[in-house]
Nanobody, 121 residues
Framework: QVQLVESGGGLVQAGGSLRLSCAAS????????MVWYCQAPGKQRELVAT???????NAADSVKGRFTISRDNAKNTVFLEMNNLKPEDTAVYYC???????????????WGQGNQVTVSS
């Protein structure tokens, strides 16, 4: 019913920047929140940043001050602007959303397919 498509990942030198995008498509009534997660090899998936439907944002301590989450409401797209990237940021980044597909539906959760970010020294 709803699909999240990610883009913008790639290889970047330490200190560089990338901008990840995640576009939600399908039947969407309202978005409760959109979230970025990352998963490095051998580690569990962890939360990176969150943006609620009301516009509030939160970021993990490890990326606070370097990463910014933002939203294009017209396109139901969330972005993760990553600056001053470090090798330890290397991971697969996943977007996640909690939304309602209709006014009468309950909250639903969807995941993007994953987006590789590699930061070289």
């Amino acid at each position: 019913q709803v699909q999240l498509v990610e883009s913008g990942g790639g290889l970047v030198q330490a200190g560089g920047s990338l901008r990840l995008s995640c576009a939600a498509s399908g039947t969407i009534f309202s978005i409760n929140r959109m979230v970025w997660y990352c998963q490095a090899p051998g580690k569990q998936r962890e939360l990176v940043a969150t943006r609620t439907g009301g516009g509030s944002t939160n970021a993990a301590d490890s990326v606070k001050g370097r990463f910014t989450i933002s939203r294009d409401n017209a396109k139901n797209t969330v972005f993760l602007e990553m600056n001053n990237l470090k090798p330890e940021d290397t991971a697969v980044y996943y977007c996640n959303t909690v939304l309602k597909s209709s006014s009468y539906s309950s909250l639903e959760e969807y995941w993007g397919q994953g987006n590789q970010v590699t930061v070289s020294s």
